[in-house]
């Protein structure tokens, strides 16, 4: 009975995650009107949701016999020991001298220091904490196998919305309660509809998820599950001789497309990197089973070539047209300044400076900074006494204070070295390569091979994005992955 509540309780989870930011935004307008930020008692629904989930989780795991529930491998040790690690990093008089360390325990007064700590600690360990107890309980394959084909089809209802997202004027955004301005994150503001590529006017798309790269990001996980199904349709074909019906083509081809689309519409380039890495892999795994059916290896990699070839063509059409969407020079240039910034932060604090110091929890105690290249027009801040702007790495706006700006690394695992030092980093790798190795010894023809898929897409989007920030990706992938991973 609680596993059964258990897995209904995760499934409305991981179906509602995609949609969070749109529920809040639209939430918040209901019931405030137009121009407020964000309502908290919304935004936490799926913490106390997940928290639910949990309890019941302990409530099985105390009433389970199973010896494997309590045996701690490699991953338990390191998520433990970075749990620890944080908190001693956090402790440290020096990392929080401005505010005072956590508060006292006589009046229970919060510093902002504990705030800090508390949001770092969301971002970078809750998911982890949830993965640790959900590896400890059962999962139905059942359960497994209906949420993998219900998320592709989620993620095509979303990528299919997103792309019509590209046409719609301001103000549909703008009824619903996103902010009249795009581009840009303001702590207390409402969040903005889209995000356009620099001074291009090109729209990115964000479908339902508060940015274009969590949109591309998230899309990782259907992309994923519709290679798995293809391949287990195409195994059942050339093996069993099962026939290949003309509905299942055409529905999975109208699926790839529309969430490709969606992808590629969000000029994600980390989440272009990594669909890519994706289907590398996926053809390594291929190539290492196709001789096992009888069918020629030299065949698979003259097919995979040629298809190689056909989009490298079309994507250099593409960039030829429109070398903007690609070459982004403010982007560019913070995707080397950024990474370079934190391991000289790294270097100079080898121990770190505490949860909540970058990333994108050094957000909500940060001012808004904008970047913008040398001539451009930022006239358009001048009424704006909420935004900072920046000409390289000279504030022009406002000229009556000194903005404090966000520390973000561009780098998932770097966030953690800010954090938490040099352990940290090597926690943070450490983690990532342990899970990817587990995941490579489980059979791939069960539906470990999307999660695996995904969590390597992700890993690889973490060389060049704060990857895992998202609530919808960071919980869905440790869940999914905590219940391939399941002791029991």
């Given at each position: 009975m609680?596993?059964?509540t258990r ?7 991981l179906l509602?995650?995609p949609f969070?930011?749109?529920?809040v ?7 405030l ?10 935004a936490?629904w799926?913490?106390?949701?997940i928290l639910?989930?949990v ?9 389970s016999?199973?010896?494997n ?21 956090s402790?440290n008089p020096?990392a929080?001298a401005?505010?005072g360390?956590?508060?006292s325990l006589l ?5 902002a220091a ?19 107890f959900?590896?400890r309980?059962?999962w139905s394959?059942?359960w497994?196998?209906?949420?993998l084909?219900i ?6 209802v979303?990528a ?7 046409f719609l004027?301001?103000?549909f ?9 795009h ?5 207390g503001s409402?969040?903005?509809?889209f ?7 090109i729209r990115?798309?964000?479908s ?10 998230w ?10 199904v293809?391949l287990?349709r195409?195994k059942?074909?050339l ?5 290949m019906?003309?509905g299942?083509i055409?529905?999975?081809?109208f ?16 989440a ?5 890495g ?7 795994l ?12 030299k ?14 063509a079309l994507?250099?059409?593409l960039i030829?047209?429109?070398p903007?969407i690609l ?5 560019f240039?913070?995707?080397?300044k ?7 932060i790294?270097k ?6 505490g ?23 930022y006239s ?10 920046f000409?390289g790495?000279?504030q ?8 404090k700006?966000p ?5 998932w695992?770097?966030?953690?070295g ?17 899970v ?13 091979l ?10 690889i ?7 895992f ?5 960071a919980?869905s992938?440790w869940?999914?992955?905590a ?6």
């Open positions: 609680l596993q059964r897995e209904w309780l995760t499934f409305i989870l509602l995650l969070h930011a749109f529920l935004t639209v939430g918040t307008k209901w019931l009107g137009p121009g407020h930020a964000p309502l908290a008692y919304l936490i799926k913490e106390v949701l639910l989930i309890l019941i989780a302990i409530f099985e795991i105390f009433g016999d199973s010896k529930v309590w045996s701690f491998d490699l991953i338990d040790w390191l998520i433990l020991g970075g749990v620890l690690l944080a908190s001693i990093v402790l020096s929080f401005e505010n360390g956590f508060g009046n229970f007064k919060i510093t504990d705030k800090r700590f508390l949001l770092g600690f969301k971002y970078d360990f809750l998911p982890l904490t949830v993965f640790f959900m590896r309980v059962a394959e059942i497994l196998n209906r949420i084909v998320l592709a089809v989620l993620g095509v979303i299919v919305y997103g792309i019509e997202t590209a004027p301001l103000s955004f703008t009824s619903l309660g996103y902010s009249d301005m581009s840009l994150y303001i702590p409402p969040l903005a509809a995000q356009q590529i620099e001074n291009s006017g990115r798309i964000q339902v998820m508060s940015g274009p790269n969590q949109f591309g990001i899309l990782l996980l259907p992309l994923s599950i519709l290679i798995w293809i287990k195409l059942a074909h093996r069993e001789k099962k026939p019906r003309y299942f055409f529905a999975w081809l699926s790839f497309s529309a969430i490709s689309a969606a992808l590629s519409l969000a000029y994600s380039r980390a272009w990197v990594a669909a890519s994706i289907l590398f892999v996926t053809v390594l291929g190539i290492k089973r196709v001789e096992r059916l009888g069918y020629s290896k065949n698979l990699i003259y097919g995979v070539l040629t298809g190689a070839l056909i989009f490298a994507f250099s059409v030829r047209q429109r903007d070459i982004r020079t403010q982007s240039a913070d995707h080397l950024k990474p370079l910034a934190a391991m000289a790294i100079n604090h080898p121990f770190g400076s949860l909540g110091t970058a990333g994108p929890a050094s957000n909500a105690f940060s001012d808004t900074c904008v970047t913008q290249p040398a001539g451009s027009d358009w801040a001048k009424n704006r006494s909420d935004v900072c702007i000409i790495s000279t022009r706006f406002p000229a009556d204070k000194v903005c700006c520390v973000l690394t561009e780098n695992y770097l966030q953690f800010v954090e938490m030092g040099v352990l940290g980093l090597i926690f943070s790798l450490a983690l990532a390569i342990s990817l190795w587990r995941l490579l010894r489980i059979n791939l023809t069960n539906p470990a999307p999660i695996l898929l995904t969590f390597l897409g992700i890993s989007a973490g060389l060049f994005l704060h990857s920030e998202d609530s919808a990706v919980y992938v869940i999914l992955t219940a391939v991973l399941s002791k029991r």
